[in-house]
Nanobody, 122 residues
């Protein structure tokens, strides 16, 4: 089972930027799609962005509106989420997850990290 560990969360002002990272601590990284989800208190978990196993295809939630970019480095077993123009409504715990599917919102995700908190102040 792959361990996924997120980092890079924190407190940022409206309009600011953050870069989230997710490290896969064990094998079975290559060949799997990966994605970022988020969940705010009292709200459902929401798909943020996903990337195919080879990095050729990326998928984003409608609310992203071009502000976020997902990427992966298979050699380092890392995925990233570059977030810019952050808004208070982006405040959530962000999770990375792994899938054998395409990496979009309809894929089934089998491994999850513990999450990293992102707080955007107004």
């Amino acid at each position: 089972q792959v361990e996924l560990v997120e980092s890079g969360g924190g407190l940022v002002q409206t309009g600011g930027s953050l870069r989230l990272s997710c490290a896969a601590g064990r094998l079975s990284f290559n060949g799997f799609a990966l994605a970022w989800f988020r969940q705010a208190p009292g709200k459902e978990r929401k798909f943020v962005a996903g990337i195919s196993w080879n990095g050729n295809n990326t998928y984003y939630g409608d609310f992203v509106e071009g502000r976020f970019t997902i990427s992966r480095d298979n050699a380092k077993k890392m995925i990233y989420l570059e977030m810019s123009n952050l808004k208070p409504e982006d405040t959530s715990v962000y999770y990375c997850a792994q899938s054998r599917g395409r990496g979009d919102s309809d894929s089934r995700y089998i491994n999850w990290g513990q999450g990293t908190q992102v707080t955007v102040s107004s």
